[in-house]
């Protein structure tokens, strides 16, 4: 059997796979699967590339880096 995926991101062409798969029921889809994370790894990265401008992750910090009591005085 002639197992074929093709990834697409954006509609431009990021990956793909061709293989022939053959053996028993047990073998093809242990084969599939190890096929299906190799291209869903490459659709990740060609997903996370295609992001135009990357965000921070935190906040800017202000000024002072002070920390303050939150507590009322007593």
Request: net charge negative.
């Amino acid at each position: 059997m002639q197992v074929e995926i093709t990834v697409k991101v954006d509609g431009q062409m990021v990956t793909q796979h061709v293989e022939q798969v053959d053996g028993t029921l047990e073998q093809m889809e242990e084969t599939i699967d190890a096929l299906s994370r190799q291209v869903a790894g490459a659709a990740l990265q060609a997903s996370v590339e295609a992001v135009a401008s990357p965000r921070p992750l935190f906040r800017r910090r202000a000024g002072s880096c002070d920390t303050k009591d939150t507590r009322a005085e007593r």
